[in-house]
């Protein structure tokens, strides 16, 4: 029986490894790799991480160190726009999204327009998981350990597509489409890759859970010859609202 | 009695404002219970919202200590290498756990339900005391952790799979004061935990989440109602359930219960979790309630107002038995006392001026009741006026002390009415004499003074010295008594009149003998005369009316006879005499008629 349960631990190791990587899609041979960092503004310039929900009393800060602030990067999708698309990049693509646990691996999952999304149940419960934004994405019925249900096609770009637990307050999850496959998700220290981007001038966007983030320095990337481009820098603005504050 | 009357009102009155109170004052004794009852399961309400906050902090302290030891081991630095790695290996499982164990021993008290060791990506590293063999999934979900990966540390409220946490999270550092991780600690709410609260706030307590019950301290069947109760807490303001949430009525077992309900925070609450309060009502108070559950001691003198109660029955009691003793039992025997005197002759009727009210209008009816008499007697006499015809003026004057049965000159009726001067009967009356007469007074009847003097009877006192008074009358003479002439009538009967003495009260029963002879016939046992007695009077009569010249054709025997025995039954009945002797005699030229009680 702890064979088992070693097993069953190693099995969901193995997937994390394969679901944290940042989301990227598939894109062109013949393109090119455009890696970055998305830094956080200094300590102190940041916005205090929200606060959901309250127990019987607020929460109050670490006596040891002060808390970082908002780190909104883990809830980011950098997507570059401008340059010539490949139609093969425009293909919808089929793409996993993972529960781990609480929550999916990641907080936001992008997909190209008229791609499903697989979810699969890593985790030990069953959520029962449901759409408020797009019901009918999904049915609403109990995904098993080890299950997985596959969403309808997400048709609609930048329309974001929340993924909601029935039986869990703080399960939440946002599925967000683009038009084509240049984007990709944020590591927890920032970092990204997108491959396969075709020669051209990008100008570099960073989606934060519903919508774009606005007030951030114009930020592109040029990619001719056959080298790749050097790695890039997006800078977030201080006071960065939190998904759902007004900025 | 007008005033009897008032106090027997007044009485009445306070005896229903009395009976109105004890009938109505449960019910603001009962609605002061309830305010008692509302106001207890309300503070209960709010005394358990203060010991889960107190609670909470308890636990967030518990939490940061827990972390400040994580932080002092080695076992910071397992949680800071797990980080960085992409799985979370079985070595820092293994390192994780046992320093875990290490640690709980060192808890006091009660142990905590669950303890989890968390990287910094909210990665569990090692589990104890609940489902401890199993790590690698995240928990960053939950909000607590995320606050406390953020740096934070707080409390919050989970239901999981096995029941509802109290849990607190703090933030694991390193020696370097690096972000290591995170620990988290819970505390089932469960029975034991309701049980300890409810000893806290002398009140049951119940926890739901999600519209079940997930502990309770008394295994009372009330969750329906609460469950339903329990919807306008998404209207009310955090923590103002208490307060301002509506007071349920449940009832369960038979039994009524008060019951508030508030909502409970976290992300618990977020799923409709909410804690109720309640106790049991009191029973519903009525008039027959509030005897029962009254005690001896309550009725003590220095509760219970004994003086004040026996002084107010007192002076209640005196004044109705003076007020009744005044206008009831005073009249009463005053009027008793004039009913005796008038039964005894010594008045002839009810002095009405002195008495009052009720009394006086006793003594009014009674006066006009003799007065009625009076009228009746004279009624018959004036019928035997017409039968026999009126009497000549004077014939026989009125004796002294004699009754006049149809004395017309009764006093009027009515109140302070005065009795007018008798006036002078007619020569036809009928008139009573001697001593089967009744008494002057006995009816209350003023004496009637004989206007003029009776004429003197041959013989009357020779016979009334022979003879007692009641004995037959002797037998008549041979010789009739001289006969005065007298005019004649339009015909019968001229005139009865009782025979009355000069100058004694008594019947001459000389002349009685003297016209009925010996040979008159007896009288029988019964009393009434026989028949030939009265063809014998007729007889005479009819001779004696030939003698004076008075016609005689329309004067039947049978008419005669039927006035004669109209008149002996009246004597008897009034005078209660044995017979009636009828005696003829000359009056005024005329043929006349004596009638005699026979004792």
Known sequence: MLLIRHLSAGALALALVLTIAPDSVESAPNGRVVTGTVKLPPRAQRRPAPQRGQGFVPRAKNPLRPPDGLDPRRSMVVFLEGGPVDDMDKKPQSSRYSIVGENFDSEILPVIVGGKVEIKNMGRGTPRLYSKSNPDVMPVDPINPKGVRVTEAITKAHVPVDIRDKDSVHFLAHIVAFQHGYFSTLGHDGTFTIKGVPAGSWKVKLWYQDGWVTNIPDTSVTIAGKRDPKAIEVALPAKLAAPGEAQ | ?599
């Open chain 2, 1 to 599: 009695m007008f005033l009897s009357k008032i106090w027997f009102f007044l009485i009445t009155i306070v005896a229903g404002v009395a009976i109105t109170i004890a009938l109505i004052m449960p019910r603001p004794a009962e609605r002061a219970a309830k305010v008692q009852e509302d106001d207890r399961v309300r503070t209960a309400c709010l005394v358990t919202g203060v010991l889960l906050r107190d609670n909470a902090r308890a636990r967030i302290q518990l939490t940061s200590e827990f972390a400040q030891a994580v932080r002092q081991l080695k076992l910071s630095r397992t949680l800071f290498e797990a980080s960085k790695d992409e799985i979370i290996s079985g070595q820092a499982n293994a390192t994780g756990r046992k320093e875990l164990t290490t640690l709980l021993e060192s808890v006091s008290g009660t142990k905590p339900s669950l303890v989890w060791l968390l990287d910094r990506r909210g990665r569990v590293v090692a589990r104890s005391n609940l489902d401890d063999t199993t790590y690698g999934d995240s928990v960053r979900g939950y909000y607590a952790v995320q606050d406390a990966l953020d740096g934070y540390v707080r409390d919050d409220l989970w239901m999981m799979d096995d029941g509802l946490y109290r849990v607190a999270a703090a933030p694991v550092l390193t020696q370097s004061l690096e972000w290591a991780g995170a620990v988290v600690l819970g505390q089932a709410m469960d029975q034991e935990f309701a049980l300890s609260l409810s000893e806290n706030i002398s009140a049951n307590i119940n926890f739901y989440v999600s519209g079940e019950a997930v502990a309770a301290s008394e295994p009372i069947q009330i969750h329906k109602d609460v469950v339903a109760g329990s919807k306008e807490l998404a209207d009310l303001d955090e923590g103002q359930g208490c307060s301002s949430g509506t007071l349920l009525h449940v009832k369960a077992g038979g039994k009524r219960y008060a019951v508030v309900n508030a909502a409970l925070p976290g992300e618990a609450g977020e799923q409709q979790a909410f804690y109720s309060v309640f106790i049991e009502r009191a029973k519903p108070l009525d008039f027959m309630g509030m005897l029962k559950s009254a005690k001896k001691d309550d009725l003590g003198f220095d509760r219970f107002p004994w003086i004040k109660v026996i002084g107010v029955f007192i002076i209640m009691m005196v004044v109705g038995l003076g007020l009744t003793l005044r206008e009831v039992d005073g009249p009463l025997k005053k009027l008793n006392k004039n009913a005796v005197a008038l039964a005894q002759g010594e008045a002839e009727r009810f002095d009405e001026m002195t008495h009052r009210a009720k009394y006086g209008s006793i003594a009014r009816s009674v006066n006009i009741a003799i007065d009625k008499m009076h009228r009746d007697a004279k009624a018959a006499k004036k019928d035997l006026d017409q039968l026999l015809g009126p009497a000549p003026d004077g014939a026989v004057p009125r004796a002294a002390g004699a009754v006049d049965a149809g004395a017309s000159a009764l006093p009027p009726i009515g109140p302070g009415g005065s009795s007018g001067a008798a006036a002078t009967p007619p020569p036809s009356e009928f008139k009573f004499g001697g001593a089967a007469a009744p008494p002057s007074g006995g009816l209350g009847l003023p004496s009637m003074e004989p206007t003029t003097p009776a004429p003197a009877m041959p013989g009357l006192a020779q016979a009334q010295k022979k003879k007692p008074v009641g004995t037959p009358p002797p037998p008549p003479e041979k010789t009739p008594p001289p006969v005065p002439v007298r005019p004649k009538t339009a015909g019968g009967i001229a005139d009865i009149e009782l025979q009355k003495p000069t100058d004694t009260h008594k019947i001459p029963d000389a002349i009685d003998a003297d016209i009925l002879g010996d040979d008159a016939p007896t009288v029988a046992d019964d009393g009434a005369q026989p028949a030939n007695y009265f063809e014998q009077v007729y007889g005479e009569f009819i001779a004696l009316k030939k003698i004076c010249g008075e016609p005689t054709e329309n004067l039947s025997f049978e008419r005669f006879a039927k006035k004669l025995r109209k008149n002996e039954d009246t004597l008897i009945a009034k005078h209660d005499c044995k017979s009636v002797k009828f005696q003829v005699y000359e009056k005024d030229g005329k043929a006349a008629l004596k009638a005699s009680p026979v004792k």
